[in-house]
C-alpha cells in the first residue's frame, strides 16, 4: 500500500498530512516547528502521525517536504560566504547591479541598497572571452584561473559562483573553471550559470548563480541532516522538495540548485487549493492564506497558478520560476497600535509571533492583536484545538481596551476597528494579483486558509465580490496537502533573441523538441517513468525594444498549427489585457523554455454522507458575537459532524482540530459533497 506524507514547516508549527493513494484516507496533526533545527519537529511529527495511522515510517513511499530554510537564510542575511569568478572587466557586476530604485521619487535618498550577496573583496577576474555568438575571442589561461582560486580559498569563501560574460551561449569556459574549483577548493559548491540560468543578460544570471550558490551550504547541510534523520527512523522513501513554481524536485536536485525552492513555503498553500477546486469543482480561485505573521494571496485560473519568471525575496529578485504570490504582514498575531503622531489605527506589519504571541494565548503577551480582536468580539470561541487549548479572554480585552482609550471608542468598536483595517489590508493585496492584472475579482471564488484564513474569508469576500468564499476541509493543514498531492517538475531555458519576422516555426520546434529531451531525461534520473512525463513550453514575447517580456505557454502541435502567427496573436491579446494597448512595433522571440511534468495524482477526496440539511446533529452550543454593530446571537458547530448538504445560516462558527470559521450575518454557507464549506451571501 503506498503511503504520501506531506510536511509543511511554518514559525510556529510544523504541519503533516499522510495520505493513503489507494483509499484516498488521511490523518493530520499539528506539532510545535523546532527553529534552532525544524528536522527534530519533522521528525516528531513523522512519528506521531504514524502512530496514529498505525503503520510505521518504513510504509512512507513519497515524503514531500515545502521548506523555508533557503528563504529564512535569504531574509536573515545568513547564507554562505561566496565567492564570485567572471569576466575581466566585469568585476564589479554585483555592484553596478541595475538602475532601478524601488519606491517613489524619493526612493534614491531613502533606500538603503542592499549589501551585494557576493563581496567586492571575494570578487576575481580571469582572461578569455567568448562573444555574442558564443565563439571563443580569448582562450582562458589555467594558471591565471588556478590563481584567483587560491585568492578566494585564502580569503575563506564557502561556496563558489562562476558566471563568465555570454556563457549562457556556451559554457565551455565555465566548466574547465569549475574542474579546476573542484581541484584547489575540494568539497566547496561551485555554481555555474550557464547550469543555472542559461539566459542572456548578465547582472540576472550572475545575481541568480550567486543567490544559488548562497544558500547552496545551508540547504545542503538541511537535506542532508533530514535525510538522516528520517533513515535513523526507518523511513527508506523517496525524498522531495517543493519548488517555488509548485512542482516538485528531488532532494538531490534542490541541494544543487536551491535557488528553485526560494518560495517553497507559500507554495503549497496554492497547489492544496488546486487539488481542494479539482474536487470541489471550482475552477477559478483567490487564494487567501493566513498565518501568524503575514498573508500569501493568489490567483489561479481554470485550475492553473499564475506564475511568473522572478522570485522576490525581501530585497532580492532572482530569475528563476515562481507561482504568483503577493505577501503582506497582515496575521493573527499582527500588532494594533495608534501612532501618537496621527492618532489613526495601525496594524502590523509587527507581529508577536510565537513568542511571546497574542495575549490571549497566555504565553505572556502585552500588545493587542488581530487574534486577540477576534477573541473579544467572540469569532475565537475560548478553547480551540478540541478543547485543549484554553484562551485568555479577559486578557484580550484588557489590551484591545488600550487601543479603545488611545481612541477614545468603546471596547467592541476598537475590536472590530481591528479586524477592518486588517481585512483592508487583505484586500490590497488581492488586488494586485487580479485587478492590477487584468482580472475581474467577481469571476472567482475565496479560498480561505492557514490558521486564520476561514476567520476573514468570509468578510474579504464581500470586500472582493469574490464568491463563493470558501474554507476547504483541514485548512490549517492545507500547504501539506498541497505538498502530498502536486507532481514531479523541471525545466530549462535557452536564449533566442531574434525578431519573430526573422524565424520560421521549425526552428523553434526543432530547439524546442531538443530542450524537451533534456528535461523528460532529468525527470526520467528521478525516477519518473517515461510514459507519466508530459512536456510544456513558454516563449517569451516583446515588442522590439521594449524592457521586459510576456511569457507564453505553448505546445508544439499548437506551433505545428499554427506558427509563429499563432504565438504573436496570442502576445498581442495577453498584451492589451496586462496594459490595455497594443504597438504596431515588429515582435521579438526573446527566451525558449521547455517544462516536463510528472504524472498529477488524481487522488480523490474522501466523500461525506448525506444529510437533510439541518446541521442540528454538528450543534455544540448556543454563543453570543458581535457583529455589524451589536451584540448578536450565534451557534457553534462541530465541522467533523456536519453532513453533505447541510446548510448553515449567519452568523455562526464551525470549529475543528486546525482552523475556525467565521459566518457573517446576511450569509449562509451550503457543506459540500467532500465537506467544503461554501458560503454566499443569503
Known sequence: MGYRLGVDVGGTFTDLLLFDVESGAFWRHKTPSTPHDSSEGILNGVVAICEKAGVTPADVEFFLHGTTVATNA??????????????????????????YVPGGLAGWIVWPKPQPLAALEDTVTIKGRMNADGQEVRPIDDDDIRAQLEFLKAQGVEAITVSLINAYLNGAHEKRV???????????????????????????????????????????????????????????????????????????????????????????????AIWVGRNAGIKNILTLDVGGTSTDVALIENLEARRVRTTEVGHLSVRASALDVKTVGAGGGSIAYVPELTKALRVGPQSAGAVPGPVA????????????????????????????????REGAKKAVQTIADALGIGLMEAARGIIDIVNENMFGALRMISVQQGYDPRDFALMGFGGAGPLHVNAVARLMGSWPAVSPVSPGVLCALGDATTQMRTETARSFSRLATNTKAEELIAILDEMAEQTRAELKSDGVPDSEITSLFEVDVRYAGQAFEVPLTISSDLLRQDGIAGVLKRFDEEHHRLFTFNMDTPHEIVNLRAVALGRALDLPAAELPKGDGNPIAAKMRDHSLWMDGKEQPAVIYDRSKLRQGDIIPGPAIVIEMDSTTLIESGCVATVDHVGNILINLA
Open 74 to 99: 535569504v531574509l536573515e542575511g545568513k547564507g554562505s560566504r561566496v565567492g564570485l569568478v567572471t569576466t575581466e572587466g566585469y568585476r564589479h557586476i554585483m555592484q553596478i547591479a541595475r538602475s
Open 178 to 272: 569549475g574542474e579546476l574549483a573542484a581541484e584547489v577548493l575540494p568539497g566547496v559548491p561551485v555554481s555555474l550559470s550557464h547550469e543555472v540560468l542559461p539566459e542572456m543578460q548578465e547582472y540576472e544570471r550572475t545575481l541568480t548563480t550567486v543567490a544559488n550558490a548562497s544558500v547552496r551550504p545551508v540547504v545542503g547541510k538541511y537535506v542532508s541532516n533530514l535525510r538522516n534523520k528520517l533513515a535513523s527512523a526507518g523511513m527508506a522513501g523517496k525524498l522531495s522538495l517543493l519548488r517555488s513554481d509548485g512542482g516538485l524536485m528531488s532532494a538531490q536536485k534542490a541541494e544543487e540548485h536551491p535557488v528553485n525552492i526560494l518560495m517553497s513555503g507559500p507554495a503549497g498553500g496554492v497547489t492544496g
Open 361 to 392: 494565548y497566555g504565553k505572556g503577551g502585552t500588545l493587542p492583536t488581530v487574534t486577540d480582536a477576534n477573541v473579544v468580539l467572540g469569532y475565537l470561541p475560548e478553547a480551540l484545538l478540541g478543547g485543549t487549548f484554553k484562551l485568555d
